[in-house]
């Protein structure tokens, strides 16, 4: 078989050999049917049960390293248990494999809220007296405050003056897309009311999405109704809360329509070439396209999917940045933070493209490389004055125009792309420099985003309540999720790889679940499963730390309940008393099913006589992914005799 292809295309992206490949196979020792690791990701084909259910994520959603990460640890330690479970191989935002096989097509059993955090008796119909105008303001504050800077697709005006008809007649009195989009907004701010406080006021349930079906429902009108600017702007609206509950595969499916509708629009030509547009209509063109764009290079990426939007096809300018007429003195920086999150979408596209696109496609040199470490470079140091800490300015300097909690998201999102650029580099051998610097560089990335984090977390506690999840300005953005999950991944590798001491892992790793802790008080399932899985690894490294002659300490770990939702047993992310994980919230939406997330009932006796060497990896590799949910891409794997000259992978993995 030629070695430069997996010869299991079906189930995984086929690799090419690294260039390294050529120039040193002379000089490599040869092995009996083995090839040298291509430095390569691949994505997972996950084996459902049912062919025609399969799902694909791909390798820039991390879960290539993860799974190394677990195989790299079953090799050093057989001391896993049965009573582990192997959900640890999901992505944050793939609620389609939290998706039960018979959910409620109504969405009864999956309601988004608790029962004291709306007006149940307030009905559509208006029986109940409708909202103040001030109230609804109110209730909307962290959606303009935390939401509308980043991603500006509404006018903040006419949102107003839906507020104004709502306050006077009902909801029932507006539009159909102008009640989608007066839902979203008070949807999205109801869940930010977790990570901060409730409200004062209970919502009154006919101003919010009840359930996830209910929101997706409602995005019928993209299908039937022609393309237009509200009805793209109520779309997005309707994806924005489900990004934001880290409904991430439902937002993705809403994306395509969105992107396709946007193609119809014309909006991704730059509306200041056209005469007969007026320069109002113009700039909401330029701002709806930019945010589709934004939420669509997050969504390939958190997935690992391919692009819709490709820059080849784009030619809007960026918003201040305009080429195509002359610049105004109007512009008074209000979408700065706009142009810094486009330019950073961008370049987010470009490390897919380097990193993980198609291996028959991947135009992965040295050379593109550096263009796309000095794009990032380059943005680095654009945001730079605008990260900076407040406290280095002057009291008589005139207010920074974009907010702390903003700011940290610029932070968060320049180390985000530092790991999606180097982690790949670690699938090369390990002794080469490649592999060391983009451990390294991933490292330091990992550590920055704890340390920056945890630095905001400690500024924003409630002095009055220190052992509240909640905070002062909470951290709303999906990607904090992502961000923690595979950072505390890379430091734990590193621990176990002897890169890194394992106090240093285990205390940022802390102060990484803490953030968890304070994310998952908006009751979105996978903040509680990235808990369970950083659980699950620190007391795999933890095992290893021991010496061979000492008792080694049941792992702790987070197990299912019978209905398949998570639950704390011994670990140190238990929630105490009085924590944000409560019954009855979103954490049950679409439960794990039991005979999906577990392991076969055979299990691995610490106290017994351990395998041979080698063999140790293969009883809990087999544990680990031997069922239907977590299918591994490479069936083959659970052979008796493994041969890297099938498998590509292998070697590195070795």
Request: glycine share 6%; with cysteine.
């Amino acid at each position: 078989m030629d070695p430069t292809e997996s010869p299991n295309a079906t189930t995984s992206e086929s690799g090419t050999l690294s260039p390294a490949y050529c120039a040193h196979h002379s000089r490599k020792r040869k092995h009996t049917g083995s090839t040298d690791s291509p430095t390569r990701e691949y994505g997972l084909m996950r084996d459902t049960g049912k062919h025609d259910t399969a799902r694909f994520i791909g390798s820039a959603s991390g879960i290539h390293f993860i799974r190394g990460v677990y195989v790299r640890l079953a090799r050093k330690s057989a001391l896993r248990t049965s009573q582990s479970n192997n959900i640890n191989d999901l992505v944050p935002g793939e609620d389609d494999q939290l998706r039960p096989d018979n959910s409620a097509s109504d969405g009864d059993e999956q309601g988004l809220w608790r029962s004291q955090e709306l007006l149940q008796d307030a009905t559509e119909s208006g029986d109940a007296d409708p909202p103040p105008f001030e109230q609804l303001v109110e209730w909307s504050r962290s959606y303009f405050e935390a939401w509308h800077p980043t991603l500006p697709f509404l006018s903040a005006p006419d949102v107003l003056s839906l507020f104004e008809k709502v306050g006077a007649s009902g909801v029932a009195s507006l539009g159909n897309l102008e009640q989608f989009i007066v839902k979203s907004i008070l949807s999205i701010s109801l869940a930010d009311s977790r990570q901060r406080g409730p409200f004062a006021q209970l919502m009154p349930s006919s101003l919010v999405f009840r359930t996830v079906e209910e929101a997706m429902s409602a995005s019928q009108f993209a299908l039937c109704q022609p393309a237009s600017i509200q009805a793209t702007q109520a779309a997005l609206a309707i994806q924005l809360f489900l990004v934001s509950m880290l409904r991430l595969n439902s937002a993705s499916r809403l994306g395509g329509l969105i992107v396709r509708m946007a193609f119809h629009l014309g909006l991704h030509r730059c509306p200041s070439r056209y005469p007969f547009f007026t320069k109002d209509e113009a700039h909401m063109r330029r701002r709806v396209f930019w945010c589709i764009y934004c939420i669509e290079r997050f969504l390939c990426q958190a997935l690992g999917l391919p692009l819709d939007i490709r820059d080849d096809d784009v030619d809007v300018c960026y918003p201040g940045q305009e080429k195509h007429i002359a610049l105004s003195d109007e512009d008074d920086g209000r979408l700065q933070l706009l142009t810094y999150l486009v330019k950073h979408a961008r370049i987010r596209g470009l490390i897919l493209e380097l990193r993980n696109k198609s291996i028959h496609a991947r135009d992965d040199t040295a050379d593109r490389a550096s263009y796309v470490q000095a794009e990032l470079a380059k943005w680095s140091n654009e945001i730079h004055d605008a990260v900076e800490d407040e406290l280095a300015y002057e009291e008589s300097a005139p207010p920074l125009p974009i907010s702390p909690g903003h700011r940290l998201y610029l932070l968060v999102l320049k180390y985000e792309s530092m790991i999606s650029l180097n982690r790949p580099m670690m699938t090369s051998d390990p002794s080469s420099p490649a592999y060391s610097t983009g451990l390294q560089n991933c490292i330091f990335a990992a550590k920055s985003i704890f340390i920056t984090l945890k630095r905001y977390r400690s500024q924003n506690r409630i002095s009055t309540d220190p052992m509240s999840a909640c905070l002062l300005e909470p951290m709303l953005q999906p990607s904090f999720t992502w961000a923690v999950w595979i950072s505390a991944f890379i430091l734990i590798h590193a621990a176990s790889e002897r890169q890194l001491p394992l106090a240093s892992a285990l205390k940022n790793v802390e102060s990484g679940k803490e953030i968890l802790r304070h994310i998952a008080s908006r009751d979105t399932t996978w903040p509680e499963y990235c808990l369970s899985a950083i659980d699950e690894l620190t007391a795999a490294v933890r095992e290893l730390s021991v010496p061979p002659n000492l008792p080694h300490r049941d792992p702790k770990a987070v197990t299912l309940t019978s209905s398949g939702h998570l639950r704390y047993e011994t670990g140190e992310s238990a929630p105490p008393s009085g924590s944000p994980y409560k019954p009855g919230s979103d954490a049950q939406a679409f439960p794990i099913p039991s005979d999906a997330a577990s392991f076969p009932t055979a299990s691995i006796q610490p106290t017994a006589i351990g395998p041979g060497e080698g063999q140790e990896s293969m009883v809990w590799y087999d544990q680990l992914f031997a069922n239907s949910f977590g299918a591994i891409d490479y069936p083959f794997l659970a052979a008796a005799q493994f041969d890297s000259s099938i498998d590509p992978m292998w070697s590195y993995l070795r």
